[in-house]
């Protein structure tokens, strides 16, 4: 029973994508699941509404309100998912040594580089990230499965 945390900068955009997509997956059933951002912009709120359609277009809609990471995830989750470079330097510099082993990249499975933000962009970043990430989490499966 994996414990995965998804972690991207506002929490209404990437990690809630990554969130839903492993959600959706059979194998995680009982699986603790969730997602936070580095920032505090967007606490409250529900994911961004081209997050939602992605989602919802793949049947893997969840109900979501955005949060910041805490101290407390750094012992409630096993993998801590980054979404960017920039999202793990921020991990880093928050995480007690004894987990920072759990810190990782989300495209790591794929060779490694960073998920996209596409806040600013157009729908058509949404389905991008939703592929990237679709084969990201597969590949990351049988590990966190073992784990
Ligand atoms: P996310 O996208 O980190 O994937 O949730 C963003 C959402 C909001 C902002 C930036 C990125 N923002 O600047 O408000």
Redesign the pocket.
């Known amino acids: 029973m994996a414990r995965v945390l998804f972690v991207?900068?506002?929490?209404?955009?990437?990690?809630?994508?990554a969130e839903g997509i492993l959600r959706g997956r059979a194998v995680s059933h009982g699986w603790s699941i969730d997602s936070a951002?580095t920032?505090g912009?967007?606490v409250g709120e529900g994911a961004?509404p081209r997050?939602e359609r992605t989602l919802a277009r793949h049947g893997q809609s969840f109900s979501h309100a955005?949060r910041r990471v805490t101290l407390d995830d750094f012992t409630r989750f096993d993998h801590i998912v980054a979404?960017d470079q920039a999202?793990l330097a921020d991990l880093r510099r928050l995480c007690p040594a004894t987990s920072q082993h759990k810190l990782a990249l989300a495209l790591e499975p794929l060779g490694g580089g960073d998920?996209p933000?596409?806040?600013?962009g157009e729908m058509d970043g949404f389905e991008h990230i939703h592929t990237l990430l679709t084969d990201a989490i597969d590949a990351w499966i049988p590990a966190w499965s073992s784990s």
Request: proline share 8%; charged share 10%; aromatic share 8%.
């Open positions: 991207c900068l506002g929490n209404i955009c990437r990690s809630p994508m951002g920032a912009h967007h961004d997050t955005a979404m999202n998920v933000d596409p806040y600013y």
